[in-house]
């Protein structure tokens, strides 16, 4: 695309949706701006900088917004509808929701920014929604972050699999989630009230799409420009989730970078020991001050840029 003039101070967005207003940042170049994308957030209430009221506390969204800045790249990072200052129900969502949501939003970024054609970058959860919204007119490509490859039942699964604490709860998760994909209504006996909590009423109805949908399927249907970037010291979405993605796609650039975490921050352990990664990983769910992976915004550019 063709060079836009650009001013480095960000500026508030707002999009009028039928169930209320969504809000969101641009964040431009100090110069001039040579792309333009969406941020899509992850799961849960994560708000447009990567934050919630869950614990988690990173600026992830308002660092990487920045390193792309000063590579020459605008963005608009938003808050979810019903998360942050924008308005709506949080759990009346849906794919097409969320679709119809980032098709508002693209609309917008193009006629603030004057670009031809919005690139999204989904991260974990967000990567999925970006699959699905990647037939949405003028978009130039998409840049996957710490995304599932795998359909996501499995993925949780391998997470619970992960903890001592809930390994034993396996079996009990394995029946909800097989009665929430067979009949819409999971029964959550013998799950502890964290896992008890997803399958809730309120959320059931997009929790069984999500994990009814298969990443790799809605890639292997799209045809445009494609980043994944994994981390080794993701302790939710290792770099084997690229694996089925790369298999859909084997024209798709794929990145692993040494010490990216899920929270798109780079681990520093105090050893080399599983526990120190863990340890190290973990730390970075809650320290905003940590900076962004230096390897992450260069990479992003540096593809979003190419000559193509």
């Known amino acids: 695309m063709s060079a836009l003039p650009a001013s480095a101070d960000p500026v508030a967005l707002s999009v009028e949706r039928p169930f209320g207003t969504l809000h969101?940042?641009?964040?431009?170049?100090?110069?001039?701006?040579?792309?333009?994308?969406?941020?899509?957030?992850?799961s849960g209430p994560t708000d447009r900088n990567g934050n919630s009221a869950f614990g988690l506390s990173t600026d992830a969204y308002r660092l990487l917004a920045e390193a792309l800045a000063a590579e020459g790249i605008a963005t608009l990072r938003i808050d979810k509808r019903g998360i942050g200052n924008s308005g709506?129900?949080?759990?009346?969502?849906?794919?097409?929701?969320?679709?119809?949501?980032?098709?508002a939003w693209a609309d917008l970024l193009r006629a603030q920014t004057g670009a031809p054609c919005i690139w999204l970058i989904g991260h974990s959860e967000g990567g999925i929604l970006a699959l699905d919204a990647a037939a949405l007119p003028d978009v130039c490509g998409l840049v996957l972050l710490a995304t599932p490859g795998r359909i996501l039942g499995a993925v949780m699964r391998d997470q619970i699999a992960a903890q001592p604490t809930l390994a034993p709860t396996l079996p009990a998760f394995d029946r909800a989630l097989a009665k929430l994909i067979?009949?819409?209504?999971?029964?959550?006996?013998?799950?502890?009230?964290?896992?008890?909590?997803?399958?809730?009423?309120?959320?059931?109805?997009?929790?069984?799409?999500?994990?009814?949908?298969?990443?790799?399927a809605l890639l292997a249907?799209?045809?445009?420009?494609?980043?994944?970037?994994?981390?080794?010291?993701?302790?939710?979405?290792?770099?084997?989730?690229?694996?089925?993605?790369?298999?859909?796609?084997?024209?798709?650039?794929?990145?692993?970078?040494?010490?990216?975490t899920h929270t798109l921050k780079l681990a520093t352990p105090a050893d080399d020991s599983p526990a120190a990664l863990t340890a190290a990983?973990?730390?970075?769910?809650?320290?905003?001050?940590?900076?962004?992976?230096?390897?992450?915004?260069?990479?992003?550019?540096?593809?979003i840029l190419a000559p193509r």
């Open 24 to 42: 969101g940042t641009l964040e431009r170049p100090a110069r001039l701006v040579r792309a333009t994308a969406l941020i899509v957030p992850g």
């Open 221 to 260: 249907a799209s045809d445009l420009p494609v980043l994944m970037i994994h981390g080794d010291a993701d302790l939710q979405v290792p770099p084997s989730e690229a694996d089925p993605l790369a298999a859909a796609r084997p024209d798709a650039s794929r990145l692993t970078l040494p010490g990216l």
């Open 88 to 103: 709506g129900d949080p759990n009346a969502v849906s794919l097409s929701a969320y679709r119809e949501d980032t098709a």
């Open 281 to 303: 990983s973990f730390a970075t769910y809650a320290d905003p001050s940590l900076p962004l992976h230096d390897r992450l915004g260069p990479a992003i550019a540096g593809f």
């Open 182 to 216: 067979a009949t819409g209504t999971p029964d959550p006996i013998g799950l502890p009230p964290g896992l008890a909590a997803i399958f809730g009423p309120a959320t059931r109805a997009y929790l069984r799409e999500l994990v009814m949908t298969n990443p790799a």
